[in-house]
């Protein structure tokens, strides 16, 4: 198992930017799936939306029909930090956003409960 360690998030009005950050370290595989999931109000992670994905052996990546054209995810050439580059976001957008990822897999994995490990997790809040 590995530890994901995030960064980024906080606060901004509609229409604005933010970015988030993922360190991944103790995998032994770079086939991995490396997954955004926002954690509505009042619900478990686990029941949360992947909004954003990436299977790190190839880079081919998922968004949701929500933020798709608005947020972007990528990885470094090390494959040991995947970014979310969140734009034009709106205030439905607001959440805890987790990063999270999975092994033994060879796409990206779009439902949050066969994620693994898990990120701290951080707030995203959208209002003005």
């Known amino acids: 198992r590995g530890r994901l360690v995030q960064s980024g998030g906080g606060s901004v009005q509609p229409g604005g930017s933010l970015p988030l950050s993922c360190l991944a370290s103790?995998?032994?595989?770079?086939?991995?799936?490396m997954g955004w999931i926002r954690r509505a109000p009042g619900k478990e992670r686990e029941l949360g939306e992947v909004?954003?994905?990436?299977?790190?052996?190839?880079?081919?990546?998922y968004y949701s029909k929500s933020v798709e054209g608005r947020f972007t995810v990528s990885q470094d050439n090390g494959k040991n930090m995947v970014f979310l580059q969140m734009n034009n976001l709106q205030p439905e957008d607001s959440g805890v956003y987790y990063c999270?990822?999975?092994?033994?897999?060879?796409?990206?994995?779009?439902?949050?409960?066969?994620?693994?490990?898990w990120g701290q997790g951080t707030q995203v809040t959208v209002s003005s």
């Open positions: 103790g995998y032994t595989t770079d086939s991995r799936s």
């Open positions: 909004v954003a994905a990436i299977f790190t052996a190839t880079g081919s990546y």
């Open positions: 999270a990822a999975v092994t033994g897999v060879q796409w990206t994995v779009r439902a949050p409960i066969e994620y693994d490990d």
